[in-house]
């Protein structure tokens, strides 16, 4: 069955720019029935939606993170990355990449999440 | 952007029923998704759409929606519910953008 794990460094400085990417493996990135998101937990709080990307390259993002984030695939590796700048210690969070499928017009939903991996923003 | 509002906590007996609620703007036009959190885990699906359940969630889960308000219910409510629950819709702008709500703990009497 189809699977998500994110990987990237578990430690950014302040300023820097996080890097993370998440492979799907067990089926095709490239299925015009899905999207591909981003979401973060910041220590005992609650979900965050980053943003998200259809196989085509159409990018959508949360506008209060907008300025420093962005969102890309690569679908000859069946991968989509995420890079987020000048991090903060705010942005210190447990970051989960999922699949989003389209039910109809009006519902579409998570279906399908990685484990998840917690980044710290520390010097 | 919209906004969707949670109860931060709820509780209820063993056995006994649950609603969760979850308030926006956006609810009048896209239905909630609702995911189920237990600590160190990641979220699971436990119904989207008007009232479907993915494999494997067992049917004392349900959806509900009217107006602005989108519920979730859990009827015989078993110790291993307990978890945060959070609802995720998309935006009032209908263009793809997404919200979560902030997030309900229910604690299982």
């Known amino acids: 069955q189809l699977q998500l794990q994110e990987s990237g460094p578990g430690l950014v400085k302040p300023s820097e720019t996080l890097s993370l990417t998440c492979t799907v493996s067990g089926g095709s990135i490239s299925s015009s029935s899905y999207y591909w998101g981003w979401i973060r937990q910041p220590p005992g709080k609650g979900l965050e939606w980053i943003g998200s990307?259809?196989?085509?390259?159409?990018?959508y993002y949360n506008p209060s993170l907008k300025s420093r984030v962005t969102i890309s695939v690569d679908t000859s590796k069946n991968q989509f990355s995420l890079k987020l700048s000048s991090v903060t210690a705010a942005d210190t969070a447990v970051y989960y990449c999922?699949?989003?499928?389209?039910?109809?017009?009006?519902?579409?939903?998570?279906?399908?999440w990685g484990q998840g991996t917690m980044v710290t923003v520390s010097s | 952007s919209s906004e969707l509002t949670q109860d931060p906590a709820v509780s209820v007996a063993l056995g006994q029923t649950v609603r969760i609620t979850c308030q926006g703007d956006s609810l009048r036009s896209y239905y909630a998704s609702w995911y189920q959190q237990k600590p160190g885990q990641a979220p699971v699906l436990v119904i989207y759409?008007?009232?479907n359940r993915p494999s494997g969630i067992p049917d004392r889960f349900s959806g509900s929606s009217s107006g602005n308000t989108a519920s979730l219910t859990i009827t015989g409510a078993q110790a291993e519910d307990e978890a945060d629950y959070y609802c995720n819709s998309r935006d009032s702008s209908g263009n793809h953008l997404l919200v979560f709500g902030g997030g309900t703990k229910l604690t299982v009497l």
């Open positions: 759409g008007k009232n």
């Open positions: 999922a699949r989003r499928v389209t039910i109809s017009r009006t519902s579409d939903a998570f279906d399908i």
């Open positions: 990307i259809y196989y085509s390259g159409s990018t």
